[in-house]
Every structure is written in structure tokens, then in C-alpha cells.
């Protein structure tokens, strides 16, 4: 329960003040600003700046000026401002103790705005702090520690250092709260290093300021704690930041006793209640009070402390001229049941059995009162609970109105965009259908005209090439032997036009070629060429386990690849042997060109063969490369685009 206690004071300590403060000149000149608007708008962003600097005015003005703000701002209509009015009523909530109505009036601020938006991103993070703090003052810490991460990582993505050192500050104390002194430092060094000298980041580092005080003091540094909480105490009376400067004198207080000046911790006390008696809230006051006597205890100050128990019980009437204008009434039965218990603990200690039994006599009496006295605020609370569930109730109403209204013109937007999302697929499909029928046509044109081309390729130059070697064989060789030759050439070259065109009509009259079909083709090829080469035989292995099928275009690319390596491989390799393998598997293929030849020399790399071979395979593809075999000579390998799991000999 104590660890929950410490974890949130030290929230209190850096997010914000959550009790009413005085009057102060910073305070006054935001309540001039008020009293000087003349329009609507002026008054709202008046009322806002109050309610924006809820530190340094009062709970009951700050009250007045969030529902002021936001009955102005449902008259503007203005989306930004509506939002920090709520924000403002948030924060009012927050103050009270309404921790539920905090994270009711929040939620949808923080729907309605995100953080990609630059107009919307500082409302955004208030709004999530507000949640954090909301979650902090229910000691729902992990979930308040949660938010604040959250609020880091976003706003470390825009750069955002003014909210990123008012958060880190926050998850350093927390550490504190833990008795982290080293973790936490390490999160306020962070803090301190985004701060500046503007006057936005005073509030900011005077609160680093005096949690590295607290850190070092609980590293028992009690030297390191002194000089910054100065430091804090320097920074928060300039910015008249009087509930955190009352909070850095109690902690000054602790480093005076843990140094051992007891009278230096004494004043910071005391100078500690001026400011509440300044402030005028009872509830800190109090509190303040029971450190101060309990410091006394401590310090084994008895007398000192019973005295000033005794001057706090004082009773009276404000306004009647007995009462000394110096006094502090304690007139509420809670107030002066504390101060009771600490008297009677005070007598215990010294001993002084008669006062200390009189004193249980009267706290007995005085928890009668509190007791029926409870029960009548009981019922107050329950009516005030009432009223502001009505009001809540009334805005949920106009909420759920305006919610109607926009699924109405959303159903009716969703429609027309339906029908318009409809009209667009039918266009697509139509658009769709004719690109598809005008593609038809267009294969069909093409293959039409590739027979026709492959029609006049046999009828016209096929007949020609066959009638120049008919005629060739009715010349009667001449004695000369350079006539012999040129008539042989002419005939070797006209077998070779007459091969190369039956190649190419074998490629293109039809539809498509199996890979069986093109294998069936090389073998053709190397009969014809195999009696110029008898002394190196070449095989052709055929591992197919599924048939592929090639376009046309393809097969004869394929095709001429081949015969490109194997009429390299014949010619200039040396090679004893010559191995054609043709594999396939599922839709993949492959086809090796290997030779046991000398290898293949670099610059042959840059024929125009070899070229042609790339240029092929690249049009087509394919991958093409060329490789030393295991032993000697090289391999050619041709494959489809994706590699196949096949083992090469």
C-alpha cells in the first residue's frame, strides 16, 4: 500500500498539479485576459488559456471556465476548439477525482483526432496525457505507464521535444516511485538533454530538476540532491508554479534531515504550509501539517510537535472578531480527527498516559460525528453524481443524434458508391472483353500469316534451293580443278539453304513443339553433319519425364542454340566425344552441350555465334552459361528461367 501511495505522489509530482493553487500574478494576468475579450471567440480562447494553465488558478475557477469554454465552444462550432473545451472539462474532472468522466469525455477527442495530422497532433497528445494521469490517480499504473510509452514512441516519430520531456520526465519518476534511482536518472538525463531555455520547458526542467534530487538523495548523494533541487526550487518560484514548488520545499525538507540540519528542514516545512495557507486547500494543507508534526516526531521534537497539534485543533468563527485573523480553523470533523490521532501518538511517545487517554476519549467522539456526518455527504455525493450522469446522459443524446445523422448521409454516400463501383466493374469487364477479342484476332491474323509465310518458304525458295542442285548435278565437271570446286561449294551451300528453310518450315506450320519434337530435330541435324566429323561421335540422351510444349518462336530458338553449340563444340573443341542431354521435369526443362574437349578460351566469349546464342536465349527467357567440365571441355547449358533440381553428369 505504501509503494501505491509513493508511485502516486510521484506522478503528482511530474505530470501536473491536480489541487487548486492560488492567486498569482501569472495567474491574474491569465484572468485579465478574460475579463478584456469582447467576441465569443476572444472569450473562449481566454477561458481556454485558463483552463490550459489549470496550475496556477483554483479548482472552483478552473470548474467555471471548462463549462464556460465549452458552452462558447458548441456555439463557435469550431471542430479545434470543441475539442480543447473538452479537453478543459477533462481536466476539471481530473481535479475533482472523476476518473471515470476523465476517460468518458477523452475517448473521443482522441477518435476524432490523430496524430498523422499536424493541426490535430497537439490535441491528440493531451488528450492521451490526460488518459495516463487518469489511470495514475486510480493506481492503474501499468496502464498509465503504457499510454505515456505510447506517447513517446509517437512523438519521437514528429520530433515533438516538448512532449517528449514532459512524458520521459514522467516515466523517471515512476522509477523513483520503484526506488530505481539508476534507471531513473537515466530516463531524466534523457528528459533534461530535449529541454531548452524557452519559457515552454521551465515547468519541464525545474520538474527534472527535482526528481534528480530525490534520485541522488536515494543514492544517499546528499550533495548532488542539494544542488538541483535548488535548482528546482530556483526555476518553479520564477514561473510561480507554486504546487510544485511546494512539493520541491518537502523534498528539500528530507535532504536538510537526511544531511542532518534539522532547522533548515523545519523552514522548508513551514515555508512548505505558507504557501498552502496561500493556496487556501484545506485537503493539502492537512497533509502538509501531518508531514510537518510527524517531522517533529521523527526529530524527536515531542513538545514541539503536541504544541502545534494543540494550535491546529483550534474551532472558531472565521468572521467574529475573537478569532485572531493569524489562525487556522479546523472546524471539519476529518480535519481535526488527523490532527487528534497525531496528539495522541504524541502523548504515547512521551509517555503522558492522562492526556493520552483523554485524547482516545475525544477521537472516539469525534469519529461519531465523522460518522454521521458521512453519511449526509454520502448522499451529497450521490445527488452530485446524479447531476453530472444527466448531464453526460444529455450529451451522449446529441452525440447519438449527430451519429444519426451521419450514418444517414454515409448509407446514402455508401449507395452511390455501390452503384458507382458497379458501373466501373461493367466498364472494366466490357473494356476488358473487347481487348480480349481484339487480342483473338490478332493471334489468329498472326497465324495465319506464319503459315503462309512457311507455305511460301517450301513453295518458292524451297523449290528454287532443290532446282539449283538438280541443275548442279546436269553440269559435267570441267578438268580444271578450281571449276570442280566451285561447283562442289555451290552444291554444298545449296543442301545447306535447302536444310536451313526445311528447319524453319518444320518450326513454324506448327501450333506448338513438344520438347520430344525438338530432340527428334537435333538428332536429324547431326546425321547431316555427322559424316564431316566421323572421328567424334555425338550422343543425344533424352531424360524427359514430362513433355514440355514450346511456342514456335521458341522451339527455333531453341533449335538454333543447339545446332550454334554443337557446330562450336565439332569445329573447335578437339573434343573425342560429344554429349546432347535433353531433361524436364514438371514445367521445367534443360538442355546441356557438353564436349570432353580443351576447354573453351575466354575471348571466344565475344563471337558472334556466342552472342547470338545470349541474344536468343535472352529474348526467349532463358538462361544461358557456359562452364568447364568436370574432367575437361565445356558445357553449354540452356534451361527455363527458374533452375530445376536435376543432376548433371
Not at 333 to 343: S, T, V
Amino acid at each position: 500500500m505504501k509503494k501505491i501511495t509513493a508511485l502516486k505522489c510521484f506522478f503528482l509530482v511530474c505530470c501536473v498539479a491536480h489541487t487548486g493553487l492560488c492567486q498569482t500574478n501569472r495567474a491574474d494576468s491569465l484572468l485579465k485576459k478574460m475579463y478584456t475579450a469582447h467576441t465569443d471567440r476572444e472569450k473562449l480562447e481566454a477561458a481556454l488559456a485558463v483552463c490550459e494553465d489549470y496550475r496556477v488558478v483554483s479548482r472552483d475557477t478552473l470548474d467555471y471556465y471548462a463549462f464556460y469554454a465549452r458552452s462558447l465552444a458548441e456555439k463557435i462550432n469550431n471542430k479545434k476548439l470543441k475539442d480543447l473545451a473538452e479537453l478543459a472539462v477533462a481536466a476539471d474532472y481530473l481535479r475533482w477525482g472523476w476518473m471515470d468522466s476523465v476517460q468518458v469525455t477523452v475517448t473521443p477527442v482522441l477518435e476524432q483526432n490523430s496524430k498523422e495530422n499536424t493541426n490535430e497532433r497537439p490535441v491528440y497528445f493531451k488528450a492521451l496525457r490526460l488518459k495516463a494521469m487518469s489511470y495514475a490517480m486510480q493506481s492503474r499504473f501499468q496502464e498509465g505507464l503504457a499510454v505515456l510509452y505510447k506517447i513517446i514512441n509517437e512523438a519521437e516519430a514528429y520530433k515533438d521535444t516538448l512532449t517528449l520531456s514532459e512524458n520521459i520526465n514522467t516515466i523517471g519518476s515512476v522509477e523513483l516511485g520503484l526506488n530505481k534511482p539508476r534507471e531513473a536518472l537515466t530516463w531524466l538525463s534523457r528528459a533534461h538533454s530535449l529541454t531548452t531555455d524557452a519559457p515552454a520547458y521551465k515547468d519541464i526542467k525545474a520538474a527534472v530538476f527535482v526528481n534528480m534530487a530525490e534520485a541522488y538523495l536515494q543514492m544517499k548523494k546528499n550533495d548532488s540532491a542539494n544542488i538541483y533541487i535548488n535548482k528546482g526550487i530556483s526555476l518553479f518560484t520564477e514561473t510561480e508554479n507554486l504546487f510544485n514548488l511546494a512539493i520541491a520545499l518537502q523534498k528539500q525538507s528530507a535532504i536538510f534531515i537526511a544531511s542532518g540540519h534539522i532547522d533548515k528542514a523545519e523552514n522548508s516545512l513551514k515555508e512548505l504550509i505558507a504557501l498552502r495557507k496561500k493556496g487556501g486547500d484545506s485537503a493539502v494543507f492537512v497533509g502538509d501539517n501531518v508531514n510537518l508534526v510527524n517531522f517533529y516526531i521523527q526529530t524527536k521534537q515531542v513538545d514541539k510537535a503536541i504544541d502545534y497539534c494543540k494550535a491546529l485543533l483550534v474551532i472558531g468563527d472565521l468572521h467574529s472578531s475573537s478569532t485572531g485573523s493569524s489562525l487556522n480553523l479546523a472546524n471539519h470533523i476529518n480535519i481535526r480527527l488527523d490532527y487528534y490521532e497525531l496528539l495522541a501518538k504524541c502523548y504515547k511517545i512521551k509517555g503522558d498516559n492522562k492526556q493520552y487517554m483523554q485524547t482516545l476519549e475525544q477521537i472516539i467522539a469525534a469519529k461519531d460525528s465523522f460518522y454521521q456526518y458521512n453519511s449526509a455527504q454520502a448522499i451529497a455525493e450521490l445527488q452530485t453524481k446524479y447531476e453530472v450522469q444527466r448531464k453526460e446522459n444529455t450529451i451522449i443524446q446529441q452525440q447519438l443524434s449527430i451519429i444519426r445523422k451521419n450514418n444517414r448521409f454515409y448509407t446514402l454516400l455508401g449507395v452511390a458508391l455501390f452503384i458507382l463501383l458497379t458501373l466501373a466493374v461493367w466498364f472494366y469487364g466490357y473494356r476488358k472483353k473487347e481487348k480480349f477479342i481484339a487480342a483473338q484476332s490478332v493471334a489468329r491474323a498472326e497465324e495465319n500469316e506464319r503459315k503462309r509465310i512457311a507455305t511460301d518458304l517450301h513453295d518458292n525458295l524451297g523449290a528454287f534451293a532443290a532446282s539449283i542442285i538438280s541443275n548442279l548435278d546436269l553440269i559435267k565437271p570441267v578438268a580444271e580443278s578450281r571449276s570442280q570446286t566451285a561447283i562442289q561449294e555451290l552444291r554444298n551451300n545449296s543442301q545447306a539453304m535447302v536444310a536451313q528453310i526445311n528447319d524453319t518450315i518444320w518450326a513454324l506450320k506448327k501450333d506448338a513443339l513438344p520438347l520430344t519434337s525438338i530432340s527428334d530435330r537435333i538428332k536429324s541435324f547431326i546425321q547431316r553433319i555427322q559424316a564431316s566429323y566421323p572421328d567424334t561421335p555425338v550422343n543425344v540422351v533424352e531424360r524427359i519425364e514430362q513433355d514440355i510444349t514450346l511456342s514456335p518462336a521458341h522451339a527455333f530458338h531453341l533449335f538454333r542454340i543447339a545446332q550454334e553449340a554443337l557446330n562450336n563444340a565439332l569445329r573447335h573443341s578437339g573434343a573425342l566425344e560429344i554429349m546432347v542431354i535433353i531433361q524436364s521435369s514438371k514445367d521445367h526443362w534443360q538442355m546441356i552441350i557438353a564436349d570432353d574437349g580443351t576447354g573453351m578460351p575466354s575471348q571466344e566469349a565475344k563471337g558472334n555465334g556466342l552472342q547470338n546464342m545470349k541474344e536468343r536465349a535472352r529474348e526467349a527467357g532463358w538462361l544461358i552459361r557456359w562452364k568447364a567440365g568436370e574432367a575437361s571441355g565445356t558445357q553449354v547449358i540452356i534451361s527455363s528461367a527458374q533452375e530445376m533440381g536435376l543432376s548433371f553428369f
